[in-house]
């Protein structure tokens, strides 16, 4: 996963990092995850959407796993 999309997002709502957390209602331990581009609940993308009023494309990309890995 990548969530640059959605960094961009909040930068653009003029949000911070740790204003999901109140506003979605996410924890911090989330947030890290999603920092480090860890897979979250569906759940979790689902609240994200709902309060930033947008798609799961607009938040997140699916990134090609390297098959040599």
């Given amino acids: 996963m990548n969530y640059n999309k959605l960094w961009k997002k909040l930068i653009d709502k ?3 990092k740790t204003d999901l957390i109140e506003l979605c209602g996410i924890s911090s331990a ?3 995850k999603m920092s480090s581009n860890q897979n979250v609940s569906m759940e979790t993308i689902i609240k994200i959407c709902e309060k930033l009023e947008c798609d799961i494309g607009d938040i997140l990309e699916i990134q090609k796993i390297d098959a040599d890995r």
């Fill in 30 to 32: 989330t947030l890290a």
């Fill in 14 to 16: 003029n949000l911070k």
